[in-house]
């Protein structure tokens, strides 16, 4: 691999884990601009129906919105496959969520299949789609250390 590949590899890499670091801190100029402006994203949320939405603020505001009914989240990017052909990419990113109701937790592993664009230097997301893999349920409890009876 060829030093700009590697380059191009890190900063692909970079624009995933800045889409994950967007949705957690809700910050919408930062989740937009990981999109190309007329990207098209379609997402599997809640339900097996899956919903597509197109342009960069209009995927951020449906994120949001979905973001916005939990407490918080927070994503951990388990692993990445790139391929390069060009300006374009492919990447598949396997995750892990966990959103806090507030009583609940809700953990999924997650699948996002994108197509990525280079725009100078920066690669953004022009085609996302994501998949929830499995998930499982359980009570939200106050933050504390555990201690031991006794």
């Given at each position: 691999?060829?030093?700009?590949?590697?380059?191009?590899?890190?900063?692909?890499?970079?624009?995933?884990?800045?889409?994950?670091?967007?949705?957690?801190?809700?910050?919408?100029?930062?989740?937009?601009?990981?999109?190309?402006?007329?990207?098209?994203?379609?997402?599997?949320?809640?339900?097996?129906?899956?919903?597509?939405?197109?342009?960069?603020s209009?995927?951020?505001?449906?994120?949001?919105?979905?973001?916005?009914?939990?407490?918080?989240?927070t994503h951990?990017?388990?692993?990445?496959?790139?391929?390069?052909?060009?300006?374009?990419?492919?990447?598949?990113?396997?995750?892990?969520?966990?959103?806090?109701t507030?009583?609940?937790?809700?953990?999924?592993?997650?699948?996002?299949?994108d197509?990525?664009?280079?725009?100078?230097?920066?690669?953004?997301?022009?085609?996302?789609?994501?998949?929830?893999l499995?998930?499982?349920?359980?009570?939200?409890?106050?933050?504390g250390?555990?201690?031991?009876?006794?």
């Amino acid at each position: 691999m060829t030093d700009a590949e590697v380059l191009d590899h890190v900063r692909i890499r970079a624009a995933l884990e800045d889409y994950y670091a967007a949705v957690d801190l809700r910050d919408r100029e930062f989740l937009i601009a990981c999109f190309t402006e007329d990207a098209i994203a379609t997402y599997q949320c809640g339900t097996p129906d899956e919903n597509t939405t197109k342009g960069a603020s209009v995927i951020a505001d449906s994120l949001l919105g979905i973001a916005g009914k939990m407490v918080n989240s927070t994503h951990g990017v388990s692993n990445i496959t790139i391929r390069i052909d060009g300006t374009r990419a492919q990447s598949t990113t396997f995750s892990v969520i966990q959103a806090n109701t507030g009583e609940k937790i809700i953990e999924r592993g997650l699948r996002y299949d994108d197509e990525m664009v280079r725009q100078g230097n920066v690669w953004k997301i022009a085609v996302r789609r994501h998949r929830a893999l499995w998930q499982r349920i359980a009570d939200s409890a106050p933050i504390g250390l555990v201690t031991r009876p006794g």
